[in-house]
């Protein structure tokens, strides 16, 4: 059963009241509620490399800089290096003119042919040998500044919390009130004084980098007419993939480690309930927690692009199917324009049999789909065809003057849903649908005036 593939023609409304396509959303089974990014909770479920899959914790990866000391990026392409092994001959200590063969391990792209000996790099005895790493002659001077800044946040964190207590209670008032806690609050109010901290930096501390030029020299005759290599001068994007060091040569390019990736769990903002939990194993594309509507709400979709003439009631299909494990009762209504919860989304009314049907359940075992549509008796004027989980309906829209605007029409899915939440808690094993209702955005297109 082909379909229409852009899913962005049918948009589903959010619990934020923001309208996405389906495929975007996730349906919190405890809240029973539609869900998108912004409703739901970012959290950091694990680190792993993206190169060698290696699964990392947190306070390692913090220790490691987000970096991975075994995987290398090649600072041309970006693409992730490789080790190449080959033999090289060295002197033999014994005899001089029989010389030997070592084995030496150096790192190469595949891509566009980059290795660290174009760099200078010095090859390695050993496959797992981390590179030697390059010293900032600004280390010192940016830690500096690093550390200035630091104070002041201390001093500005300092001077609210001094403000804050001087308004509640006077240093007399507490003098009086607690004699006995006198040497405290002393030593308290002490703490807060900022002047007298022997730590404080100032900006006179902060010594000037020795390599500031206040007049530049003028440019030599020389740097107009030489001709320029252009394979030997590394582009803007290459230096500022290196933004400490940002070399101009090609031969001064130092390969980057690898950076990590994380894995995210999204948790619902409402009653804290995990979501989207991935599996402990970077490799493994499955999920311990998958719960997205593209599941649990029946989705709509174009079956083709509609073709609405002006002046006159014009048909098209639509698409339903049903992702979950059971059959679902399902019944749609029509919205006018002039309706609060689409006043100034919506510009023309969709014409569809409010009737309720049954959608069988999805079976990705079944191959044979003829079986489960005998079991149903319906209208051919509504419903034109099924297949499986999957129906075929009619629906049209009316345009009573000839204009070109780009039509959407509102409508309300009404769905029969299992809370799983109270099966899966120990409650009963027989728990009656609820029903859901869902409000649906179809973008119909432009009119054809005749």
Known sequence: MALFPNVERVKYLCSCGVYLPLCKLFFCRFCQESKCRLCVQHEVDGVFCPCCMESLPISEALMKNQTCFACYTCPCCQHSLSMRATSVQIANPE??????????????????????????LPDKAVATQRLDQRNNTSLEHIQSVYEYYKQIGVEEKNERERQQ??????????KERYTRRRSTLVSKLNALDIESSPQTLKSSDLKPTDNVIETP???????????INISAVSTINQRLNDPEFQPMMATSMFPKSKGLSIKRLLRCKTCDHSLIKSEYMPQSIKFKLHYIALYVVPEIKLVSEPKIVSECQSEFLLAISNMQDRPVNIHLEALDIDDE???????TKLCVDSSVFQIAACDYTDVDDIQS?????DDPSFIVQRKGHRVRLKASVNVPEPSS??????????????????????APAVVEPANQSLLVLIDLGKTINM
Not at 107 to 114: A, D, N, S
Not at 341 to 347: I, L, Q, S
Not at 373 to 377: L, T
Request: hydrophobic share 35%.
């Open 217 to 227: 020299e003028a440019l030599p005759e020389s740097y107009w007419t030489h001709i």
């Open 405 to 426: 605007i780009n039509l959407v029409a509102p409508l309300i899915l009404h769905f029969d849903l299992v809370n799983s939440s109270l099966t899966s808690t120990g």
């Open 341 to 347: 919860r689409v006043a100034g989304k919506c510009n």
């Open 95 to 120: 005899d001089s003119s029989k010389p030997i063969l070592k084995k030496v391990y150096y790192m190469g792209c595949t891509f566009c042919r980059w290795t660290t000996r174009d760099a200078g």
């Open 165 to 174: 207590f001087s308004k509640k209670k006077t240093y007399l008032y507490l």
């Open 373 to 377: 549509v005998k079991e149903y008796v």
